[in-house]
């Protein structure tokens, strides 16, 4: 099977401007969550979607957000960028509905430099 | 709330050196843990995982024995390679939750 795939895998935008990253996930896998990795807060979780619902989120502002769609594919907006959004944005998947036992599979990421 | 420590690096060891990286977790009920490895420009990889206590996640050479007694997780392995220098990452996940990360630990292995 084919892993987790995010495009794109870098991105140079300027502040006040609005980002969409896109993952899709692992055959057959309908959770889809996302990370955000900064070298001075490590991995933080975002929001994760399971059937086109958000079923859980996060400590960020509203600024971010995402959706995913009937195919499980998923996309997260950021809007009116900020220099500390800078960072590795990850996307994992996970074949069910949240049970602890899941293994998440994580995609390579998408790099966002916000100058 | 839920928290993952791990010990702060980096860990410096020559090539066949023993590694354990400690790893300590607080958690209401039973979470799963994991071991997770990220090489310079990619995401992250699972290395090994376990679901109960007493269970021991093996991986590559690597392990991992769910400790519940005393809330662990180390990794280890006995004989590393350049091809391990990596970052690693500690986690737990619960149902209803999201995984949460340990800091991570740089690991660099010299020949």
């Known amino acids: 099977k084919a892993g987790v795939t995010q495009t794109p895998r870098y991105l140079i935008k300027t502040r006040g401007q609005q980002v969409t990253l896109s993952c899709s996930p692992i055959s057959g896998h309908r959770s889809v969550s996302w990370y955000q990795q900064t070298p001075g807060q490590g991995l933080q979780f975002l929001f994760e979607y399971f059937s086109e619902t958000q079923r859980n989120k996060g400590n960020f502002p509203g600024r971010f957000s995402g959706r995913q769609f009937s195919n499980s594919r998923s996309e997260m907006n950021v809007s009116t960028l900020e220099l500390g959004d800078s960072a590795l944005y990850l996307c994992a998947s996970s074949p069910t509905d949240g049970r602890s036992t899941d293994t998440q599979y994580f995609g390579p990421g998408t790099r966002l430099t916000v100058l | 709330g839920n928290s993952v420590t791990q010990m702060e690096g980096p860990v410096t060891l020559s090539e066949e050196a023993f590694l354990t990286i400690n790893c300590t977790y607080t958690a209401t009920g039973y979470p799963s843990l994991f071991w997770y490895v990220q090489y310079p420009g990619e995401g992250l990889q699972l290395l090994l995982k376990a679901t109960k206590a007493d269970d021991k996640g093996s991986n590559k050479g690597f392990e991992a024995t769910y400790r519940k007694e005393t809330t662990s997780f180390h990794l280890e392995k006995g004989s590393v390679q350049v091809s391990d220098s990596a970052v690693y990452f500690c986690?737990?996940?619960?149902?209803?939750?999201?995984?949460?990360f340990g800091k991570g630990t740089t690991l660099s292995v010299s020949s």
């Open positions: 986690a737990l996940n619960q149902a209803g939750t999201a995984l949460i």
